[in-house]
């Protein structure tokens, strides 16, 4: 069954350094995860930073400078007794009609030899600096392919959410390769190789007119150019999924099929984790899915937080059959469970 | 100055044949137009159709029956005083919470030598035929480029508003290739000639938490894979295009950049012609664009129609310097205009 981590929350806010001095880290959550050649797991976290004194009676939002050429980070900032500003959630705020976040995020290397305890970097690995990361990048996931790890994150702007890829060989230096999913699309996941010759990714469009937020499936030549999209599945009414579901980690091949562990929400926001099986031939085939969650939020770490009851996860690694999950719990910390590869499996529902 | 033409509407629901006995035309909207070798001007409209009976008291909703090979169009009714039946508008109904067309479109040929008397072909062109396709095929867009016709067209189906391509060399046989660009996502413009060695466009996402129906360009190798999305632009407040807009013809190149006709609404629903200039070598670079309406509804068969006020235009023909621009009006009818290519560049105002 699976057992969360004794250590849980692995990382916490307080553990990571801001990349200014005149910011706090409120939110360490959602990062990719690898295991690297030499045994280390790596994780790819999301760092979710604001200004640390904010006058009581304002509201503040920092975002890229677009005006200037270093993109350095500005602030927006308005009264909370203004008409124009709208309070939505401890996530974001509206002011003059534009929504705007309260933290940007920027992406950071931890590193572990047991999968437990991490070293965090001291600085930023990959942070905003394009338009279409106004306001910031988030939620990395880490696919290894033919001698580069590809990085798909969130990034945010004031035109939308939309996932942009960049790569790597060493976590040092990365190259950018632009937004490859337009508004509004996150949720990217990458198949670690191949399927007949093309690459693969799960990815989570939401429909506005006709349809509702679901899982796709999308092809390519060359990661940075994808088509041929094909619907995967969506919510089920009545169930833990029922309001929106989107991809976690990258998949991972299995003798049964490519399992595949993702998220649902219900209609009160309540975040899980549940799994999917899709055909190893064709990644936009599911098999069987779960049809209780592998895991609902629970712990205290889970239910209470910056955005409570939430466990969401875009890393997972695979040792010696045991399936190690990482996961940001109630959008603050990132905690780790384990559960055994064929208990996973063994809970999934033909479909 | 524009003018309309004398002939207008130059295609009606009346002159076209539908698909099948038990079916009646009721719109003839929305057509990608293109000048052929021979100087033919080329019409690829959407033709929606509805069963000829229905009952009083009963809604119906034609869409593909996907549980049949040969994907007829099967018919799914539902009374009008059921407590889950929601009239929403003449284009679409609610029933127990999914969304459907009251009509389904195919997409239909129409030929003229002098680009106003057209001879429409008996039998459907392209019909929808796929589970992306289930509601219907609409919109074409039409690009020649090395040696082949390039339709995008929406694809509509339970699980969004999708744009996918086909290709053609002759109007006969036509080649899919599948969702290029996923929910919600229509209006795409492929421009006629490489552009830095890459092929382009022109979409327009709809987000949802973030952002508002805009117009974004892509790039592609193959014309089957996007990437390298970028933000174009998007409505102004208190202006014709101040709730959504999109691509309408595709780009025409001219000296002073790429010309495009594209559509604007506003809040009321009223839907306007404009026209934006972009940067010859960067077609993400908006150069010009109209502060007012190129057209806007006036005529009668454009104020009152199957869904009123409506101009929209999805092909335009350039003949001796003169733009000869194709649209649907009301979404009921076609009708044609044309306007001195040098009037619409003048009318434009620099950003």
């Known amino acids: ?190 198949f670690p190789e191949r399927i007949g010759g093309r690459y693969a990714c799960h990815h989570r469009p939401v429909p506005v007119n006709i349809g509702q937020a679901s899982m796709w499936v999308a092809w390519s030549d060359d990661l940075m150019h994808w088509g041929d999209h094909g619907y995967l599945m969506g919510g089920r009414p009545d169930t833990w999924d029922s309001g929106r579901i989107g991809g976690g980690a990258v998949p991972i091949k299995t003798e049964r099929g490519w399992l595949a562990v993702y998220h649902g929400a219900d209609h009160q926001n309540r975040y899980c984790l549940g799994a999917v099986l899709v055909d190893l031939d064709d990644p936009g085939r599911v098999l069987a899915r779960s049809r209780e969650p592998l895991m609902a939020p629970q712990a205290d770490y889970e239910v209470h937080g910056f955005f409570g009851n939430v466990v969401f996860s875009s890393g997972a690694v695979l040792t010696d059959d045991v399936l190690t999950i990482y996961y940001g719990a109630a959008d603050r910390c990132l905690a780790g469970a384990t559960v055994p590869l064929q208990d996973v499996l063994g809970q999934l529902e033909p479909v």
């Open 1 to 190: 069954m699976l057992e969360r981590f004794a250590e849980n929350p692995i990382i916490e806010p307080s553990h990571v350094a801001p990349s200014r001095e005149d910011f706090e880290v409120v939110c360490t959550l959602n990062a990719g995860a690898i295991q690297m050649p030499d045994g280390t797991v790596l994780l790819l976290m999301r760092v979710a930073e604001r200004p640390k004194d904010v006058r009581q009676g304002w509201a503040t939002a920092p975002l890229l400078d677009l005006t200037r050429d270093d993109r350095q980070i500005t602030l927006l900032r308005c009264r909370t007794d203004d008409a124009e500003y709208d309070p939505v959630d401890p996530r974001w705020f509206i002011y003059q009609g534009q929504k705007y976040l309260t933290s940007i995020s920027h992406l950071r290397v931890a590193r572990s030899q047991d999968g437990r305890r991490f070293q965090i970097d001291p600085t930023p690995t990959l942070v905003a600096e394009r338009a279409c990361e106004e306001f910031g990048v988030e939620d990395p996931r880490i696919t290894y392919l033919e001698g580069r790890y590809w990085i798909t994150y969130t990034a945010v702007s004031r035109h939308g959410i939309a996932t942009a890829l960049a790569s790597t060989e060493d976590f040092h230096e990365f190259q950018r390769h632009g937004v490859i999913f337009c508004p509004e699309n996150r949720d990217v996941t990458i």
